[in-house]
């Protein structure tokens, strides 16, 4: 059974950091790409970033060269390193398999000071 389980949000201040982790079971990471995604209050949900299959990443213009996409295969993870951070980030972060129905349950990121 393939299972996705997000971790790491938290409340932090603005220009702060976290990084995000999913943890994937029943299923290898290198078979399908992985996206993060999020959903603000009162917002459609929005792609943040992915990683493909291969390796080969994508960011949404508003986070490029602040948040990285990662994966550890020996782990089965994923990671969402986010940096300078702005209160514009906050939301819930999901990560979903993609090309598949499979979504994580999400964790809440809040910036605020």
């Known amino acids: 059974q393939v299972q996705l389980v997000e971790s790491g949000g938290d409340l932090v201040q603005p220009g702060g950091s976290l990084r995000l982790s999913c943890a994937a079971a029943?299923?290898?990471?290198?078979?399908?790409?992985v996206g993060w995604y999020r959903q603000a209050p009162g917002k459609e949900r929005e792609w943040v970033a992915s990683?493909?299959?291969?390796?080969?990443?994508n960011y949404a213009d508003s986070v490029k060269g602040r948040f990285t996409i990662t994966r550890d295969t020996a782990k089965s993870t994923v990671y969402l390193e986010m940096n300078s951070l702005k209160p514009e980030d906050t939301a819930v972060y999901y990560c979903?398999?993609?090309?598949?129905?499979?979504w994580g349950q999400g964790t809440q990121v809040t910036v605020s000071s």
């Open positions: 979903h398999t993609i090309g598949t129905p499979f």
């Open positions: 029943g299923y290898m990471i290198t078979r399908y790409g």
């Open positions: 990683i493909t299959a291969g390796g080969f990443t």
